[in-house]
Nanobody
């Protein structure tokens, strides 16, 4: 049974930092690209960042480029999202996701096969 267990959300002031973690189990982690998405009430889930299985490719939404960093540790089956210089508009439920592929990066929700449970990130002004 595949599980993506997220941790690390919370409340932070604008300008602060948070790191999200997503630990995968029940799958061969190196067969999957990993991504982060976020969703606010009444809106569709939006892409945030993704990383290839070898960490040789990363891709970011324009809204987070230069502030967020995605990384992964294949030995720990874990993907991370380091979020710096947070803004109130970053407030959302964040989801990690796994995309079965051996090359490239998935940038759309439909490409992802498994999803974490979501974690709330709230940035106060």
């Amino acid at each position: 049974q595949v599980q993506l267990q997220q941790s690390g959300g919370g409340l932070v002031q604008a300008g602060g930092s948070l790191r999200l973690s997503c630990a995968a189990s029940g799958l061969t982690f190196t067969n999957y690209g990993m991504g982060w998405f976020r969703q606010t009430p009444g809106k569709e889930r939006e892409f945030v960042a993704a990383i290839s299985w070898r960490s040789d490719s990363t891709y970011y939404a324009d809204s987070v480029k230069g502030r967020f960093t995605i990384s992964r540790d294949n030995a720990k089956n874990t993907v991370y999202l380091q979020m710096n210089s947070l803004k109130p508009e970053d407030t959302a439920v964040y989801y990690c996701a796994a995309d079965f592929r051996t090359w490239g990066i998935g940038k759309t929700e439909s490409e992802y096969d498994y999803w974490g449970q979501g974690t709330q990130v709230t940035v106060s002004s």
